[in-house]
């Protein structure tokens, strides 16, 4: 059972959100839904404003316009928030001389959490051993796991962690992967955001994807991969095309040879047998999270505006994405884009209590 408030769901809900530091937009206009009982990851490159938006989310840096709220409250509005919203945003945050059992000590006396609370956090984040070593010299990974264990002082309804996988070895990962999924079956909310694309996709269940601070895309994995698709090469595309259509298949031309809408690659190679068409090739094509987001985010009209371009001011040229184009539902709408895109012009001095990352 989760413990927390009652009255939250744990449902985070951004709304126009924009965060100016001067004359830079960090953050601009961005709406996006992160529901109960699901993992979420937030993905962009650098500079893209994942962080700021952390931040906003939790009060630690003032929004220049817009909401973000959990369950219609601001963070500031929470009473005692550590018991609705647990959050790990650095894993540098502690006192080096402080050791690990200590740190989560004081943070437990501030929510009203029991000391019993931190040795259980302790044990279930895996370092029992470390309660007593001073936080200096803790390792990456272990600082990750404390950060961790900090998060969920007050067995809250919303986890929100930034980076989490960081400095954990391959065991620590896959830890992590079945932790944060655990912690989801429960019913919490978990929004992750994350650079390393290949575990993210092992990991959550919806994804939004911003870049220069917009939303470029959101949905579930499956519906930003597109549906499977086989591409197969053969000696007599036609014949072959229209055995499989009359199969119900859907067939479309792709360079030399034809793509599929199916992930079931022996009803390609059956049809093709029955049919007495011999096969060059044949394979599996899915887009990748990995593929799809660096498609989605070097593509000239979201690439980073902070990053200098390559000599000669010519944009670097991506390969394709292999599988089926993207349901364009799931995009940000080109109009929208273009109108957020409008500089604004700051008002009053230049705000200073937040990052650009």
Known sequence: MVHGRPEFTGHIEVRGLTKRFGSF??????????????????????????????????????????????????????????TVVGSALEATNFHPGRTGRNHLRVQAAVAGVPDTRVDELLELVGIPAAARKRAGGYSMGMRQRLGLAAALLGDPRVIILDEPANGLDPEGIRWLRGFLRQLADEGRTLLISSHMLSEVEQTVDDVVIIANGQRVAQGTVAELRGEPTAYVRTSDPDRLSQALRDRGLAVAPSGRGLRVTTEDLAVVGDVAHASDVAIHELRSEQTHLEELFFNLTESEEHRNRNLARPPGGAPVDLPPPSGPPIDPALLAEPAQAAQRAQSAQPSGAPDHDGDLR
Do not use: C, Q, W
């Open 25 to 82: 937009t960090a953050v601009d206009h961005l709406d996006f839904d992160v529901e109960p009982g699901r993992v979420t990851g937030f993905l962009g490159p650098n500079g893209s404003g994942k962080t700021t938006t952390l931040r906003m989310l939790l009060g630690l840096v003032r929004a220049t316009d817009g909401t973000a709220t959990i369950d219609g409250h601001r963070y500031a509005d929470i009473g005692n928030p550590l």
